[in-house]
Every structure is written in C-alpha cells, then in structure tokens.
C-alpha cells in the first residue's frame, strides 16, 4: 500500500508540473509533418505537456544544437538526426545519452540500434533506416538468383540487343561497400561497439577482392559499361531494358510511376566471401539535448515515436522503411519494407565517427580508379588512399 500511495504521489507530481517540449525537425513532406504534429497531439494530451514544433533544414541542426544547447536555449527533442553526426555531437558534449530511459530494445533492430551507438552508448532511438538492395525487374527475372553463379547467369541472359542485366555506379563506394563487407574489409574496426580510428581496413585482402570483383563485372562479364552513373541505371530501370539494378528506397517513386513490376532481394554472396553482402546502413533516429531542463518528459516523448504502431503510420506517412520489428511484420505484405528490411538487418551501419569525414574521399577516389581500366594495380591504389586517410585523421 505504501509503494502504491508513493508511486500516485509521484504520478501527481509530476503531472502538477507540465512541461513545454520544444521539437525541431527537417521533416518536408506533408504527410510526415502531419504525422509529427498528430504524435505530439497524442503526446501532449497523454501526458499534460505541450509540444512546439519547429522547422530546422537539416543540414543546420548539428552546428545549431552545439551553438544553442550549452545556452540553454535550442531544443529539447530532434526529430530525426543520421547517425553520421552523432559522434561530433557526442564529442561536443550536446545530447544526452539514451541507456536510462531505454527499458527494452528487443523490438528495435540491431543494425539501427548499432547505428545509433557511439563509443558504447546509445545516443539516439532509431526511427527508420535506408541501404541500398537488389532491385529485380520481375518480366525479366521471376525469382531472384540466390548464388553468384546464378547472379552472373541471369545478367549475362539479359544483356544485349539495348537492354542490360544489371547495372550499378560502379564508382559509388557507398551503393558497392557490400562487396567490402563480405570480404572481410571495413573502414574502421568495430570491436565491441567501438570504432577503432586507428585501424582503417580500406586497403586489406578483402578490400583488393572487392575492387577487383567490381572491374570484372565491367571488364570480365561485359555487364557494366563505362559511365554508368545511378541515373542512368536508374532510367534504364524505368525504362524496362534493365532486369536488375542495386539502389535504395529514394527510387522507389519513380520505379513504381513506370509502373515496373519489381522485386528487392539482397545480392548474392560474393565469390570466395566469407561473409553475405552486406550494404550500408543510415539511420535516422531521435535524440535528446544534454542541456535540456526537461529530460523526462523529452525522452517519454521520442520513446513515443518509435513504437511499432508510430512506426507503422510513420511507414504510411512518408514510406520510410521502419526499424520496429513489430512494425515490419504488420507491414510484411508491403514488398517495398520486407525487402529493404532485409538488407537492413544484413547491413553495417555507416561510422559515426567524426573522422569519417577523412575517409570518404580517398575511397571513393580509389573506388573509382580501380574500375578505370582493366586490372589496375588494386594494392597501390587501396594503400595510397589508405595513407591520405591516416594522414588526415592524425
């Protein structure tokens, strides 16, 4: 009876005090914004406390919040950030750490969950995520090749006479670094939910074995011309005369408007990989200002969001691809969430690490140069790369 009358003393107090929760948000399509605005209508009639909602470009939030927070002024609540801030914004010392608030993450996917963890600390609650998948056009390829002789077979069917069996920017470090992954490359080491900055796996065994993979899909199988870019695969796509192409949810829209009847599968495993394909992974999630007086309430409200019911609307809202498992599976006979979702689960989340800044440019340099010409020297080019990341991150 004691812990009982307690537990309602508490509950009353802490409705006698409302808080005012101030949101900022890049969202621009209408229906996530109605979304928003419906959530925080719920919130606040729930709980007693009022929600301001403020419209923040994106690219301003992190320089913004590391201006505003240790003022006292900003938000107490974004939504959403990508992981790839997260750990600038942890350094700086500006959002507040999630693991208290968090009771059970069972629901919440372990790639996104990974995402959204920096140094061992959950930073922010996953709310959708996006990689790139294998995209299958289904009057070309029934079923999708689940091998990588099966994978090679179909693309070489379907290539000539104006049409082609598949096509990626071969160029693109982001839309290839499954191929990384499977080798056993990386960016920076993971261990134990900690990047190691120090130890950059871009120009490994594995790291040779992707890039030379990618040159033969152009200079070996004949499958990947020269100058391919996403546009132009993309438009092939729409066009019909494509019967596989790896991109993300962003070309779903026009892919559907052409009224292409596709599929999504993950690729195959490489080659003498020991590990599947596994893609990139970003994560957008919600996070709490480290400055904010009203801490409680701001993380009662992003948990909130991330439930797998506000998953599902979110999902019909804007079709961001959910990271609630209970949400997928509400949404399993959506081809476009159930085939993302699984490339999802098999990717690896991007680093969140500042000092990823250093790296993208000498890869993708490398990327690039390695599918120049036929057969190049993989290993000058990886190491010299290699050497100018090492030299900016120190």
Do not use: C
């Not at 790139?132 to 079923?143: E, G, I, Q, S, W």
Request: proline residues 6%; glycine residues 10%.
């Amino acid at each position: 009876m004691k812990k009982a009358a307690m537990l309602l003393s508490l509950a009353l107090l802490g409705q006698s005090s409302a808080a005012t929760l101030t949101v900022w948000s890049h969202f621009t399509g209408a229906g996530e914004i109605s979304w928003l605005r419906a959530q925080a209508d719920t919130y606040a009639k729930a709980s007693g406390n009022t929600v301001n909602i403020v419209s923040v470009p994106l690219d301003q939030i992190p320089d913004k919040l590391i201006q505003a927070a240790p003022k006292g002024q900003g938000p107490d609540v974004i939504v959403t950030l990508p992981q790839d801030r997260l750990g600038q914004l942890a350094a700086a010392g500006v959002i507040e750490p999630m693991d208290k608030y968090v009771l059970s993450r069972t629901d919440l996917d372990k790639t996104a969950l990974s995402a959204m963890t920096y140094k061992g600390k959950l930073f922010g609650l996953p709310m959708f995520a996006e990689s790139v998948a294998l995209l299958y056009n289904k009057a070309l390829v029934p079923t999708p090749p689940t091998t990588w002789d099966a994978f090679l077979a179909t693309a070489q069917k379907n290539t000539g006479n104006g049409k082609f069996g598949f096509l990626v920017d071969l160029s693109n470090a982001y839309a290839n670094y499954g191929f990384f992954g499977a080798y056993g490359s990386y960016i920076f080491k993971n261990t134990a939910g900690t990047l190691n900055v120090g130890d950059v796996g871009i120009a490994n065994a594995g790291a040779v074995k992707a890039v030379s993979l990618m040159n033969d899909l152009r200079y070996k199988y004949k499958l990947v011309p020269e100058g391919i870019t996403a546009d132009v695969a993309k438009s092939a796509f729409v066009d019909g005369k494509l019967a596989m192409i790896v991109t993300g949810p962003w070309d779903i829209g026009d892919i559907k408007k052409a009224g292409i009847n596709f599929g999504i599968a993950n690729l195959p495993t490489p080659p003498g990989a020991a590990d599947k394909w596994s893609p990139f992974v970003g994560v957008q999630g919600v996070i709490l200002n480290a400055f904010s007086k009203n801490k409680v309430a701001a993380a009662q409200f992003a948990k909130s969001l991330v439930t797998n019911t506000a998953q599902v609307s979110f999902n019909q809202a804007g079709g961001r691809i959910p990271v609630s498992l209970a949400a997928r599976t509400k949404l399993k006979a959506d081809p476009v969430v159930s085939g993302f979702s699984r490339a999802i689960s098999a990717g690896t989340p991007m680093p969140n690490v500042p000092q990823m800044g250093a790296v993208w440019g000498p890869w993708g340099n490398a990327v690039t140069q390695s599918v120049q010409k036929a057969s190049p020297d993989y290993t000058s080019i990886l190491s010299s790369a290699l050497k100018e990341i090492n030299g900016n991150i120190k």
